[in-house]
């Protein structure tokens, strides 16, 4: 598969604060010297925690917090932005389908064994 360009120089990305177990982000120390409150339509790259996650739709802890920050991305029929990185272990992967009408999917998956991208 062709390596997709979603991060480059100049992205707006957003990372999440680790919370409980989920895996640490770690680059959060750095970029917050540098943060800028932006609206999540505006930004290039987001990378959210999970779960759990079933080829592509995440399950969160239950609150719906990213579905209701990324909602937009279901009203739109051609431009989704920004790009949504799942942030996982291999073993937050299930073969179970919990997908609901509200769920945003991944646009990709991020753990120690590499990329997937969803289409």
């Not at 800028?36 to 987001?46: R, V």
């Not at 802890?61 to 920050?69: C, F, L, N, S, T």
Request: aromatic share 14%.
């Amino acid at each position: 598969m062709a390596r997709r360009r979603f991060f480059h120089a100049g992205s707006r990305v957003a990372l999440y604060l680790p919370f409980d177990r989920e895996l640490d982000t770690a680059l959060i120390a750095a970029a917050r010297r540098r943060l800028t409150p932006i609206s999540a339509q505006w930004l290039d790259l987001i990378v959210v925690p999970l779960v759990g996650v079933d080829r592509g739709t995440r399950l969160g802890p239950g609150a719906g917090y990213y579905d209701r920050a990324l909602a937009f991305r279901r009203r739109r029929r051609f431009w989704k932005g920004p790009h949504l990185v799942g942030f996982a272990f291999d073993y937050q992967r299930t073969s179970v389908n919990f997908a609901d009408a509200w769920d945003v999917r991944l646009d990709s998956l991020a753990t120690e064994s590499g990329v997937e991208h969803y289409l």
